[in-house]
């Protein structure tokens, strides 16, 4: 049997991996495990239990306050206990997180393979975003196999001197998340949703991300209730339990009538709400990937990106976190049917639904148990009028 650790910590690493997950424990031949740090606790339950993930080890390292020091030094003791124990012929980890990077370290200090899932994305600014980039390319060096979901990412690779035999092209697998997790007869639980008349502009925002906190955040919530104000449009606002987020959206977004402040959502309710909301604004790289999948444009609340497929394809505009800028694009969107419309029928560039497969034959190819390496994905055309 090949034994595989597929290693996540929080939950967006959680939702992509699910259905990889799903994929290799009813694969033959294949004895799959899931190890999580758990750096994110509560969040990352959300996604566990709905997609039925039911982790062999948890090191349950959620702390108040925890530094990115503190979670690295936890999750490199934590996993060379379980990778000593456990004995896997591969780990994979998933994209560009603390735990990411450290369970490709632990792997590589104990001599074990390393599969990378979502590997090559790049903004060439190590300090953007904060600490993913970092981690990414980290990652990108200790890893063995590089499961590129897009041919720009494995050109990223390519150019930093990466055999090219090691590298897939496969899609993202959050395209594959999504075939499970939304549905046109769903029915939120949250009682303020159900109250919501989706046939009129509904805007759903998300904003987390370290470099975002302090003078961007507040500029984004300000250009966020200008636009609640003058198009009298409903806004949907997850919030995240990171103080550096909660306190500045409550201050400035709290108590209006027509602004509607949550606590996390759980992964098959935010897909859901995605897809009945008009537009959305997000500094989160996974939603630059899953809302085009749902027909719906996105604008990048940062200054770059490293999903440039996207905006070359038309899916996603990104727009900083200057309070003009953010009100002026959206605005534009929400008035402009054209310019909405051909945001709306740009083809998602980051999958087909079948990057699970791919990772799963890939890897079955690079152990010799399948003879034929397999065919790389490339994206579709542009949506007709």
Known sequence: MLKIISVFGTRPEAIKMAPLVSLLGSTEGIKSLTAVTAQHREMLDQVLTPFG???????????????????????????????????????????????????????????????????????????SPFPEEINRRLTGALAD?????????????????????????????????????VREDFRFTEPRLLEIDFSRPVLLAEVHRRESWGAPLESICRALRRLVDELKLLLVFPV??????????????????RILLLDPLDTATFHNLMHRCRLVLTDSGGIQEEA??????????????????????????????????????????????????????????????????????????HFGLIPTRPPDFTAGKRKPE
Do not use: W
């Open 145 to 181: 196999l590089h499961f590129a979901p897009t041919a720009l990412a494995r050109d990223n690779l390519l150019g930093e001197g990466v055999p090219p035999g090691s590298i897939y092209v496969t899609g993202n697998t959050v395209i594959d998340a999504l075939k499970t997790t």
């Open 240 to 257: 995240h339990r990171n103080p550096a987020v909660r306190e500045p959206v409550e201050r400035l977004l709290g108590g209006h009538p």
């Open 53 to 127: 993930i039911r982790p062999a080890y948890d090191l349950d390292l959620m702390r108040p306050r925890q530094t990115l020091t503190e979670i690295t030094c936890r999750s490199l003791t934590g996993l060379e206990k379980i990778f000593q124990e456990a004995g896997p012929d591969l780990v994979l980890v998933h994209g560009d997180t603390t735990t990411t990077f450290a369970a490709s370290l632990a792997a590589f200090y104990q001599g074990i393979p390393t599969g990378h899932v979502e590997a090559g994305l790049r903004t060439h600014r190590k300090d």
């Open 292 to 365: 085009p999948s749902l027909g719906r444009p996105v604008l990048v609340l940062r200054e770059v990106t490293e999903r440039p497929e996207a905006v070359e394809a038309g899916t996603v505009q990104v727009v900083g976190t200057a309070e003009e800028a953010v009100f002026r694009a959206a605005r534009r969107l929400i008035l402009d049917p054209e310019a909405y419309q051909a945001m709306a029928r740009a083809v998602n560039p980051y999958g087909d639904g079948r990057a699970s497969t791919r990772i799963r034959d890939a890897i079955l190819y």
